[in-house]
C-alpha cells in the first residue's frame, strides 16, 4: 500500500479553516480540481455521509466519510470512480 503524506501550512485560525472543511459540500471552494459537489445524503456531516465531486480533469467520484472529528477532520474512501480500487484520505486540523 502507498501512503501519501502532504502538509499544508493555513495562515488562519483553526476554526475558520474549519467552516470550509467541515462544510462537504464546499469543496470546490479550496481544492483546486473540484468543480462541483453535490451531497448523495440528508446528513451534511458526520459518518456515512457521501458526496459525488465533478473534477476538472478526469471522471467524478464519490465519497464516503468514515470518521467523523468535530473542528478537527475526518477520514473518507472514494467508493465510486474508475482507477480507485482502495483509496482512502483524511484531513486533519492540528
Not at 459540500?25 to 465533478?54: E, I
Request: aromatic content about 8%; overall charge positive.
Amino acid at each position: 500500500m502507498t501512503i501519501i503524506d502532504h502538509r499544508v501550512l493555513v495562515n488562519a485560525p483553526p476554526e475558520v479553516v474549519w467552516e470550509l472543511l467541515g462544510d462537504l459540500s464546499a469543496l470546490p471552494k479550496w481544492h483546486v480540481n473540484c468543480q462541483n459537489t453535490s451531497m448523495l445524503t440528508t446528513q451534511r456531516q458526520g459518518v456515512g455521509v457521501r458526496r459525488r465531486n465533478t473534477m476538472s480533469s478526469g471522471p467524478d467520484t464519490v465519497e464516503e466519510i468514515l470518521t467523523w472529528y468535530n473542528n478537527l477532520g475526518f477520514e473518507y474512501t472514494v467508493v465510486d470512480g474508475p482507477h480507485y480500487r482502495s483509496n482512502r484520505g483524511r484531513l486533519r486540523l492540528q
